[in-house]
C-alpha cells in the first residue's frame, strides 16, 4: 500500500508545472529552420546564392518575411533570371525582406512600416484581420528561430527601384 502511495504522491509531483519554467528555445537558426520547411527551399536556395548564410545564421536577431516557394512561383521567370546572374541586386532584393531585432506578431500589427536591413521600408497594414506587407499577406507568423522570427508570406517583396 505504501508502494502505491508513494508512486502516486510522485506521478502527482511530476505532474505541477515548475514555477518560472519555459518552453524550451528554439535550436535552429533561421537558415536551418527555413531550410527544415519545404515551403522555403527557393528562399533557401537563393539565400545561399546571395552568399547571405552566416549573416542569417549568426548571434544578430531578425525577422525574416519569408516568400514560399508558391510566391516565388507568382515572379516571372526573367525577373528571377535576372537576379539569379546579379548577385547585389538578389542580395538587395532578399535583405527587404529582412528586419532587424525579434518582431513578433503582436508588435508587427502595432506598426505602420518597418525599415528593412536593405534600408528601403516596407508598409504594414492590417486588413479584415490578416496582416500585410507592402502587398504580401503573412499566412503563418511566429516561426520561432534561435535567432529571430520567420513570418511565412505569400508574395515575394521587391524593393523600390
Given at each position: 500500500m505504501k508502494r502505491i502511495v508513494l508512486a502516486v504522491l510522485c506521478l502527482a509531483v511530476a505532474a505541477v508545472p515548475v514555477v518560472g519554467a519555459q518552453a524550451a528555445k528554439p535550436q535552429k537558426n533561421i537558415v536551418q529552420t527555413a531550410a527544415s520547411a519545404p515551403q522555403?527551399?527557393?528562399?533557401?536556395?537563393?539565400?545561399?546564392k546571395a552568399g547571405l548564410v552566416s549573416t542569417l545564421s549568426g548571434?544578430?536577431?531578425?525577422?525574416?518575411?519569408?516568400?514560399?516557394?508558391?510566391?516565388?512561383?507568382?515572379?516571372?521567370?526573367s525577373t528571377l533570371d535576372a537576379l539569379a546572374k546579379d548577385k547585389a541586386k538578389l542580395k538587395a532584393v532578399l535583405l527587404y525582406h529582412v528586419v532587424?531585432?525579434?518582431?513578433?506578431?503582436?508588435?508587427?500589427?502595432?506598426?505602420?512600416?518597418?525599415?528593412?536591413?536593405?534600408?528601403?521600408?516596407?508598409?504594414?497594414?492590417v486588413r479584415k484581420?490578416?496582416?500585410?506587407?507592402?502587398?504580401?499577406?503573412?499566412?503563418?507568423?511566429d516561426i520561432k528561430a534561435s535567432n529571430g522570427i520567420i513570418h511565412q508570406i505569400n508574395r515575394v517583396l521587391l524593393p523600390p527601384s
Open positions: 522555403f527551399s527557393t528562399l533557401v536556395s537563393l539565400v545561399k548571434r544578430t536577431k531578425y525577422t525574416v518575411f519569408a516568400p514560399t516557394n508558391a510566391a516565388f512561383a507568382k515572379v516571372p521567370k532587424k531585432g525579434k518582431v513578433p506578431a503582436s508588435k508587427v500589427v502595432k506598426l505602420d512600416s518597418v525599415k528593412t536591413v536593405n534600408g528601403a521600408r516596407v508598409t504594414i497594414d484581420g490578416k496582416v500585410y506587407v507592402n502587398d504580401a499577406r503573412v499566412t503563418k507568423p
